[in-house]
């Protein structure tokens, strides 16, 4: 897939799908989307001492980031595990024009930044202290044969329905459905009416929060 950079309107960047006409993340702003979605609507509402992380997918690591960013504001006295899911990685070139490290005042970003890309795939690797990542290569729908711990929280930030279809539908929620706890929280930038009726199928109460910036509405899931 030819990909390219582009800049959002926060200043952040993305990386752009030509022949699928699809970004990686909002033109209204990516550092944005993610911290909205996934930090505000995600992470802050979990408060176990060890919090298991699943992304569908890596993408270009923004979300990892946040993420790590949010983290470090905390006591740091919980543990976080973070698993995610990518089928086709970016590449070394990509990795260093997106420069995501550039958008944090800590000066620490930018060798976190390499140490996340850099990270061995299909290996566990402490990022930091209680911050441990895993990086998996492979199609979404594989997820039903690895092998993780009771999920916290999922970050389903898919390629929009226009383009994967098949990513929306209930057989790849039921796959992640299966991993996770009780309790557990599934956000998504997707606000999709489908979407909701699926995951009320499935046992969760569903709620529809205020979308990032550029999106009326998004959904957060807690499964029952």
């Excluded at 001492?49 to 960013?69: H, P, Q, S």
């Excluded at 890309?117 to 566990?124: F, M, Q, R």
């Excluded at 709620?207 to 029952?224: S, V």
Aim: charged share 25%.
């Amino acid at each position: 897939m030819k990909r390219e950079i582009k800049t959002t309107n926060d200043g952040s960047k993305t990386l752009f799908i030509n022949n699928l006409n699809e970004n990686y993340h909002s033109h209204h702003g990516a550092l944005q989307e993610a911290e909205h979605v996934f930090i505000k609507n995600g992470l802050n509402l979990i408060n176990d001492c060890e919090i298991n992380i699943l992304e569908l997918g890596f993408g270009t690591g923004l979300n990892v980031l946040v993420t790590i960013n949010e983290y470090l504001k905390t006591d740091k006295n919980h543990i976080i595990n973070y698993f995610s899911l990518e089928k086709y990685p970016i590449n070394e070139s990509e990795i260093n024009d997106l420069a995501y490290f550039e958008l944090f005042d800590n000066l620490e970003f930018k060798n976190i930044y390499q140490k996340i890309h850099h990270a061995e795939w299909e290996k566990s690797v402490e990022i930091l202290n209680g911050f441990n990542l895993k990086k998996i290569q492979c199609d979404f729908f594989d997820l039903k044969d690895i092998d993780l711990p009771k999920i916290n929280l999922v970050y389903f930030d898919c390629f929009g329905a226009r383009v994967q279809p098949d990513l929306w539908e209930k057989p790849l929620f039921e796959l992640v459905s299966d991993k996770m706890a009780v309790n557990g929280i599934l956000t998504t930038y997707s606000s999709k009416g489908s979407v909701r009726r699926i995951l009320q199928e499935l046992n969760f109460k569903v709620e529809k929060k205020q979308g990032p910036p550029g999106k009326r509405e998004m959904i957060n899931a807690i499964k029952l």
